[in-house]
């Protein structure tokens, strides 16, 4: 059985950019892209009215710009996905948008494959970022642990350790569930727990943070 398309709202004002990033993605048979907004206002209407699967967020859009979009597409759609893609090469940036609840972050002038690697994995759940935004976080990570060099890890059970480290390796809850003989709403109560335990509203900043602490 072929595999289902990932349905893909555009979210940019600029109507040449969505022409070619719909051009690009044309030549992958993975991505559906469904509607194209050019506001952000229009990207929570046209979010509620679809229900895509990942909307690829611009974040300076008139009207509503993509970070003060982002939390109200996932308000309206809990299980949509939000990738922010800018031009913007800022950790405030990047922060700001995880906080909204983006699972990603890619800068625009990425390629074509690895822009449809960065909608796969964010479709599945997965935190994808461009290089040179990972290594801004990095930096951050750094920064951060260097002004809190005694702050503590949190204590995690095995059981918690293993739900930690599949999560991590990019699986979903029903691939966690099944390897480890679970079922799907332990690991969805287990991966809720660890969030908490570190303090992260999202699995991007879960792992960014268990990252930081020494616990991956």
């Known amino acids: 059985m072929r595999a289902r398309k990932i349905r893909l709202l555009l979210a940019d004002d600029h ?23 050019q506001t952000g ?11 895509p699967d990942v909307v690829l967020m611009d974040l300076n859009m008139p009207d509503m710009s993509g970070l003060e979009a982002t939390p109200l597409v996932l308000k309206t759609c809990p299980a949509t996905k939000v990738l922010a893609l800018t031009v913007h090469e800022s950790k405030e940036y990047v922060f700001e948008i995880l906080r909204a609840g983006a699972h990603g972050y890619i800068l625009k002038d990425t390629s074509p494959e690895e822009l449809v690697r960065a909608v796969e994995a964010v479709a599945r759940g997965q935190a994808f970022f461009s290089p040179r935004v990972s290594s801004l976080i990095l930096e951050n990570f750094r920064e951060s642990s260097a002004d809190e060099p005694d702050k503590a890890s949190p204590r995690l059970s095995d059981r918690e350790q293993q739900i930690l480290k599949n999560i ?14 679970l079922s799907v709403r332990t690991v969805e109560t287990y991966r809720v727990r660890l969030k908490r335990k570190l303090h992260a509203r ?11 602490k020494g616990l991956l």
């Open 15 to 37: 109507a040449l950019v969505r022409q070619g990033i719909r051009s690009s993605l044309a030549a992958f048979s993975t991505i559906s892209v469904i509607g194209e907004a």
């Open 168 to 181: 991590a390796e990019g699986a979903t809850a029903k691939e966690i569930a099944s390897r480890l003989n």
């Open 202 to 212: 999202n699995i991007a900043e879960l792992l960014t943070r268990a990252r930081q």
């Open 41 to 51: 206002k229009e990207a929570v209407r046209m979010s509620r009215r679809l229900a």
